[in-house]
């Protein structure tokens, strides 16, 4: 519609708040703002952000896309709110969850105290059906129809409404699974129904029920919330042209999808919101210069964190949610409930605990006043002084004298008054978060002092500086809008979906031609779901709109249980390119483990898994260029207030207006940078430069002594 401004719009929905930022596509300008999330109906705040951000833009406004980020799928998991399961398996394989692998979390010092989470579906809820495939999805027992109806009959007569289906060697012929599933819904239809040759074509009978059922597990939830914001947006105003607007969904996988196809395979969504996190903290930092990164993503529940390399976040297909082993490819990070809204107790040993319990966004910390009894991380903040007595700007009130409070109750019990109280929630808060990047650095072999920490998040660089105490990294950057980068992220991504085929063969015995054949066939799958979402050929003069395919494989030497994901180049693959892949497998090999055994690579190699990742290329946008200032850091001065840094209360601490400065200017430690939903408390010893771009980037004044650089 001619004069209209068309925007493309990223929700980010947390446990306490809703990020919201809106991209003008004629302009380039960006807004950026936040509305409290509604855990009984979080389609609710999907819809109070659009409504936020279109009535900040004014009159003329058309929504040209959205783009969301979602934690139902995890939160469903997480909470244990899956409701009953059934299974259908093979015959013989009724124990498959009870048999599962025999890894022991933390390692065998602990198996003797271990003892195995129950089930996704306990063994009474589970069938078998006869039939057999062999690997090659030979046939070599028919379905055996009636045992298939007798089960979903079972199902239905029990009330058991959403049932997943696993059976032997279906990720070489889907034929048995689907043909269960038709009876199923011929039996049962009021079933819920996932089958593991959609969800996951690939070997590891284990992983991959596990990862159907978690599937069907968060299916009837997340179908739900899609369709009750697709219903909202029918009675909301059309966008462009009359038309609704397209409606995408973050995928675990760095890549977004249409709302009708996400209820499909549910589980792509389970990393939703933490991989829009990396991926636009890893744009935003690569943009400032830096490509080597830790994203510490920090919320109000939790607290995410990624390695960035080459300014790309590590995907794996070896995750996890909660209990639950999930193989879909998805951004490579590590959870830690440390966030805002995390609650400090006592433990029965007498020790002081904070987290992983969280106050949510209800009733949420004590200093929100909405009845919240139990002190948090905000709430320690709060009564340092170290953020504002309010949030958002002034949009959300904080009653201080509540929060200190509590935090004095909560010393009694310790034997300290309130603010050692507090010191001691938000030390032990930046160690759990500490712990969690030594997860993603020291325990892969990677060294911290060689990356950039890069905090964001509402509470991101809320302890910045005890994590560059802790930690030593080369440096720390807080970027441009700091507690919205994550609904950034969601406009930063193509459209992305992956396809995989087991198909296991020593290399001295691969058979080209039929591999390139399976690269053909899940080619064209991912073409044609592209072609659905409307991206074709190669695109505008720029890429965008176009299609781009990305081959790749999983190999190993012979006798390993895991693999090693190299890329294939493009074009047929003959017995030269296939040695050309072994031997990038040998060279990635030497640089994960240190070793290869490259000196007879025919005969020691296998391939594993064919895999294609189809991507519609999007318009990035550009993180907003910083307004030009004057009159320098005393013009961006607002005030001063007394704040608490390690130990000491600090009279008359400068608090400064975070878009008030310029790049180049500087503000020394003790001083509080604050802006609309994120602030920066600088403790003495540490300095904050406005970088180029608006970020700003943190250093401590004098550098670690070498041997504590070591530690």
Same mark, same amino acid.
């Given at each position: 519609?001619?004069?209209?401004?068309?925007?493309?719009?990223?929700?980010?929905?947390?446990?306490?708040?809703?990020?919201?930022?809106?991209?003008?596509?004629?302009?380039?300008?960006?807004?950026?703002?936040?509305?409290?999330?509604?855990?009984?109906?979080?389609?609710?705040?999907?819809?109070?952000?659009?409504?936020?951000?279109?009535?900040?833009?004014?009159?003329?406004?058309?929504?040209?896309?959205?783009?969301?980020?979602?934690?139902?799928?995890?939160?469903?998991?997480?909470?244990?709110?899956?409701?009953?399961?059934?299974?259908?398996?093979?015959?013989?394989?009724?124990?498959?969850?009870?048999?599962?692998?025999?890894?022991?979390?933390?390692?065998?010092?602990?198996?003797?105290?271990?003892?195995?989470?129950?089930?996704?579906?306990?063994?009474?809820?589970?069938?078998?059906?006869?039939?057999?495939?062999?690997?090659?999805?030979?046939?070599?027992?028919?379905?055996?129809?009636?045992?298939?109806?007798?089960?979903?009959?079972?199902?239905?007569?029990?009330?058991?409404?959403?049932?997943?289906?696993?059976?032997?060697?279906?990720?070489?012929?889907?034929?048995?699974?689907?043909?269960?599933?038709?009876?199923?819904?011929?039996?049962?239809?009021?079933?819920?129904?996932?089958?593991?040759?959609?969800?996951?074509?690939?070997?590891?009978?284990?992983?991959?029920?596990?990862?159907?059922?978690?599937?069907?597990?968060?299916?009837?939830?997340?179908?739900?919330?899609?369709?009750?914001?697709?219903?909202?947006?029918?009675?909301?105003?059309?966008?462009?042209?009359?038309?609704?607007?397209?409606?995408?969904?973050?995928?675990?996988?760095?890549?977004?999808?249409?709302?009708?196809?996400?209820?499909?395979?549910?589980?792509?969504?389970?990393?939703?919101?933490?991989?829009?996190?990396?991926?636009?903290?890893?744009?935003?930092?690569?943009?400032?210069?830096?490509?080597?990164?830790?994203?510490?993503?920090?919320?109000?529940?939790?607290?995410?964190?990624?390695?960035?390399?080459?300014?790309?976040?590590?995907?794996?297909?070896?995750?996890?949610?909660?209990?639950?082993?999930?193989?879909?490819?998805?951004?490579?990070?590590?959870?830690?409930?440390?966030?805002?809204?995390?609650?400090?107790?006592?433990?029965?040993?007498?020790?002081?605990?904070?987290?992983?319990?969280?106050?949510?966004?209800?009733?949420?910390?004590?200093?929100?006043?909405?009845?919240?009894?139990?002190?948090?991380?905000?709430?320690?903040?709060?009564?340092?002084?170290?953020?504002?007595?309010?949030?958002?700007?002034?949009?959300?009130?904080?009653?201080?004298?509540?929060?200190?409070?509590?935090?004095?109750?909560?010393?009694?019990?310790?034997?300290?008054?309130?603010?050692?109280?507090?010191?001691?929630?938000?030390?032990?808060?930046?160690?759990?978060?500490?712990?969690?990047?030594?997860?993603?650095?020291?325990?892969?072999?990677?060294?911290?002092?060689?990356?950039?920490?890069?905090?964001?998040?509402?509470?991101?660089?809320?302890?910045?500086?005890?994590?560059?105490?802790?930690?030593?990294?080369?440096?720390?950057?807080?970027?441009?809008?700091?507690?919205?980068?994550?609904?950034?992220?969601?406009?930063?991504?193509?459209?992305?979906?992956?396809?995989?085929?087991?198909?296991?063969?020593?290399?001295?015995?691969?058979?080209?031609?039929?591999?390139?054949?399976?690269?053909?066939?899940?080619?064209? +799958?991912?073409? *044609?779901? %592209? =072609?659905?979402? &409307?991206? !074709?050929? $190669?695109?505008?003069?720029?890429?965008? @709109? #176009? /299609?781009?395919? +990305?081959?790749? *494989?999983? %190999? =190993?030497?012979? &006798?390993? !249980?895991? $693999?090693?994901?190299?890329?294939?180049? @493009? #074009? /047929?693959?003959?017995?030269?390119? *296939?040695?050309?892949?072994?031997?990038?497998?040998?060279?990635?090999?030497?640089?994960?483990?240190?070793?290869?055994?490259?000196?007879?690579?025919?005969?020691?190699?296998?391939?594993?898994?064919?895999?294609?990742?189809?991507?519609?290329?999007?318009?990035?946008?550009?993180?907003?260029?910083?307004?030009?200032?004057?009159?320098?850091?005393?013009?961006?001065?607002?005030?001063?207030?007394?704040?608490?840094?390690?130990?000491?209360?600090?009279?008359?601490?400068?608090?400064?207006?975070?878009?008030?400065?310029?790049?180049?200017?500087?503000?020394?430690?003790?001083?509080?940078?604050?802006?609309?939903?994120?602030?920066?408390?600088?403790?003495?010893?540490?300095?904050?430069?406005?970088?180029?771009?608006?970020?700003?980037?943190?250093?401590?004044?004098?550098?670690?002594?070498?041997?504590?650089?070591?530690?």
């Amino acid at each position: 519609m001619a004069g209209q401004r068309r925007v493309r719009i990223g929700i980010d929905t947390g446990g306490t708040f809703t990020d919201i930022v809106a991209l003008d596509e004629d302009t380039g300008a960006l807004l950026a703002t936040k509305t409290p999330s509604t855990p009984a109906d979080p389609s609710a705040a999907f819809m109070d952000g659009v409504a936020k951000a279109l009535d900040l833009l004014g009159p003329g406004t058309a929504v040209s896309a959205l783009s969301h980020g979602t934690t139902v799928a995890t939160n469903l998991l997480l909470e244990g709110r899956t409701g009953r399961l059934g299974f259908i398996t093979a015959e013989g394989y009724e124990f498959i969850l009870e048999i599962a692998r025999q890894a022991v979390p933390d390692g065998y010092g602990n198996s003797y105290f271990w003892v195995k989470p129950e089930r996704i579906v306990p063994a009474d809820l589970v069938r078998t059906v006869g039939g057999r495939l062999d690997h090659t999805g030979a046939e070599i027992r028919p379905l055996d129809e009636e045992q298939a109806a007798a089960a979903a009959r079972w199902f239905r007569d029990r009330g058991i409404d959403t049932i997943g289906i696993c059976l032997l060697h279906s990720y070489a012929d889907p034929a048995h699974e689907r043909r269960l599933r038709e009876i199923l819904r011929a039996e049962h239809p009021g079933a819920t129904v996932s089958i593991s040759s959609d969800v996951l074509r690939e070997y590891r009978e284990y992983e991959r029920s596990a990862t159907t059922l978690v599937d069907a597990a968060v299916k009837p939830g997340v179908t739900r919330y899609i369709g009750d914001i697709a219903a909202r947006l029918e009675k909301a105003e059309a966008g462009p042209g009359g038309q609704r607007p397209p409606f995408l969904v973050m995928k675990s996988n760095g890549g977004v999808v249409s709302a009708e196809e996400v209820v499909h395979q549910p589980i792509s969504t389970v990393m939703s919101g933490p991989a829009a996190g990396a991926l636009g903290a890893a744009l935003l930092a690569g943009r400032a210069g830096y490509d080597r990164v830790l994203t510490l993503d920090g919320g109000g529940t939790s607290t995410d964190v990624s390695v960035v390399l080459d300014g790309e976040p590590g995907l794996t297909t070896e995750g996890s949610i909660g209990r639950y082993p999930s193989k879909i490819p998805m951004v490579d990070v590590v959870t830690v409930g440390a966030g805002g809204g995390s609650i400090a107790r006592i433990s029965p040993e007498g020790q002081l605990k904070v987290g992983p319990a969280s106050a949510g966004a209800e009733p949420g910390p004590v200093c929100y006043g909405k009845g919240g009894g139990e002190p948090t991380v905000t709430d320690a903040h709060a009564a340092l002084g170290r953020i504002p007595p309010h949030l958002l700007g002034g949009e959300v009130p904080l009653d201080v004298a509540a929060a200190e409070d509590a935090l004095a109750a909560l010393g009694a019990r310790l034997g300290m008054g309130a603010a050692e109280a507090a010191e001691g929630i938000l030390r032990i808060s930046a160690w759990n978060q500490a712990n969690a990047l030594r997860q993603i650095t020291v325990q892969r072999g990677l060294d911290v002092r060689d990356f950039h920490l890069v905090a964001f998040g509402g509470s991101g660089s809320l302890l910045l500086c005890p994590l560059l105490d802790i930690l030593r990294p080369a440096g720390a950057f807080v970027p441009p809008d700091p507690a919205n980068v994550s609904a950034f992220g969601l406009l930063s991504v193509d459209v992305r979906n992956d396809y995989v085929r087991t198909r296991v063969a020593r290399h001295a015995d691969l058979d080209p031609a039929a591999a390139e054949a399976v690269f053909a066939e899940l080619s064209a +799958e991912a073409a *044609a779901a %592209l =072609r659905d979402d &409307g991206f !074709a050929g $190669e695109g505008g003069p720029d890429g965008i @709109g #176009g /299609v781009r395919l +990305e081959r790749s *494989a999983d %190999l =190993r030497y012979f &006798g390993q !249980a895991y $693999e090693v994901r190299v890329p294939v180049p @493009g #074009g /047929v693959l003959d017995a030269a390119a *296939a040695d050309a892949v072994a031997a990038a497998f040998h060279t990635a090999h030497r640089e994960l483990y240190g070793y290869d055994l490259r000196e007879d690579p025919r005969q020691r190699v296998e391939w594993v898994n064919l895999r294609v990742t189809g991507i519609g290329r999007i318009r990035r946008p550009a993180p907003r260029a910083p307004a030009a200032a004057e009159g320098g850091a005393p013009a961006a001065r607002t005030g001063v207030r007394d704040v608490r840094f390690d130990g000491a209360v600090h009279r008359g601490t400068p608090v400064y207006r975070r878009d008030a400065l310029a790049p180049g200017q500087t503000v020394a430690g003790p001083a509080v940078i604050e802006e609309y939903a994120a602030t920066l408390p600088l403790h003495p010893g540490f300095t904050a430069r406005v970088h180029p771009d608006g970020g700003i980037a943190v250093t401590a004044d004098t550098p670690p002594p070498a041997q504590e650089a070591q530690r």
